[in-house]
């Protein structure tokens, strides 16, 4: 099988992405959805998008993890995807699209602002210091002094598996606070199983925890700064629910090519 791909990145999380309008690629395993995200065998990416055919939406994205199972949702992915849907004229600057947590809307300014509205989050939970939430996917968020002497493989992958979160594990978050509006993050992701450069649904989850324990100074756009570039997360609240989120950061087109399977 020959396989025609993009690849698209969102402030260094990048992505393998197949448009699957026709069905040419349905037919995909996870060992081979794996390969084709491995680092030294294959494309390499933090995971692959199938941009599917949808009768209720532009299209459909479908994500799936690096370790090639499919996964909940991707918010950078998401950004790629609109971005990409934008390139290959399947939308024009507007779009609604579903996800496997449902319909989202975005909006495409250019490569360097891709705007993506998340869905409403009013459940947290603490697990000692740190806030565990669900913005699509499952987050753990802990506020750290310095976010650069975490061992985020060894820390991450202690409270990734740990048997309080078992049996699908979650996404680990440490947070630096630089000041009320800005902060330093970095992420452990379930299914890469290792660091990533950004992670959308996790910045969104740090950004809604800071305000959720007053650390924003009730500010509702957060500014966050990842290995691989910034996002920024807007939202509104009310009474402990958090909705017209949007995570808005770059979503760039890096290359196209073909490959054998």
Known sequence: MTIQF??????????????????????????????????????????????????????????????GNESTLCGNGGRCAVAFAHDK????????????????????NSPLEVKLE??????????????????????????????DRIDVQKEGAAVRYADAFKPGGLNVNFVQKEDATHYKIRTYERGVEGETLACGTGTVAAALAMHYTKESANSTELNFKAL???????????????YTIFLIGPATFVFSGSIEL
């Open 228 to 242: 691989g570039g910034n996002l920024t997360v807007t939202f509104e609240e009310t009474e402990g629910r958090y």
């Open 6 to 67: 993009d690849k698209y990145q969102g402030a260094g999380n990048d992505f393998v992405i197949l448009d699957n309008r026709s069905g040419n690629y349905t037919e995909l395993s996870n060992v081979q959805i794996a390969l084709l995200c491995d680092r030294h065998k294959g494309i390499g990416a933090d995971g692959l998008i199938l941009i599917q055919a949808d009768s209720e939406s532009d299209f459909y994205m479908q994500y799936f993890n690096s370790d």
């Open 118 to 147: 998340m869905n409403e989050v009013a459940k947290f939970s603490k697990s000692g210091t740190a806030i565990v939430t669900d913005t699509g996917s499952p987050h753990y968020v802990q506020l750290v002094d310095d976010v």
């Open 89 to 108: 004229k399947i939308i024009k600057k507007s779009t609604t699209f579903s996800a496997v947590d449902g319909l989202h809307t975005a909006i495409y």
